[in-house]
């Protein structure tokens, strides 16, 4: 069975950090780029970042630039999203997912797998 599994997530105060991890089963995460995406409540579900399959591009959403790194682990079949200097409307649901085409920067309607997300609550 093919599954993507986001971990990390939880409750942190404004100013801290999380690192959040999307681990693939069932399938090798070598060949796909890998973008985080975000639901808060009341609103439409965004892209935050996308690595390419070999690491080498990245992207960013204005929101998070500067603040979020996204990484790859190839080896550990594993994504990885650090998350500094968390503001409250960084709250949200986040997801990864995957995209077997050449890459495109992880464009919302064109993934190929969701994972069912981990939650990201920033609050004092």
């Known amino acids: 069975q093919l599954q993507l599994v986001e971990s990390g997530g939880g409750l942190v105060q404004p100013g801290g950090s999380l690192t959040l991890s999307c681990a693939a089963s069932g399938f090798t995460l070598d060949y796909y780029a890998i973008g985080w995406f975000r639901q808060a409540p009341g609103k439409e579900r965004e892209g935050v970042s996308c690595?390419?399959?070999?690491?080498?591009?990245?992207n960013y959403a204005d929101s998070v630039k500067g603040r979020f790194t996204i990484s790859r682990n190839n080896a550990k079949n594993t994504v990885y999203l650090q998350m500094n200097s968390l503001k409250p409307e960084d709250t949200a649901v986040y997801y990864c997912?995957?995209?077997?085409?050449?890459?495109?920067?992880?464009?919302?309607?064109?993934?190929?797998?969701w994972g069912k997300g981990t939650l990201v609550t920033v609050s004092s």
């Open positions: 690595i390419s399959s070999s690491g080498a591009r990245t």
């Open positions: 997912a995957a995209d077997r085409s050449v890459y495109r920067q992880c464009p919302i309607g064109g993934m190929d797998y």
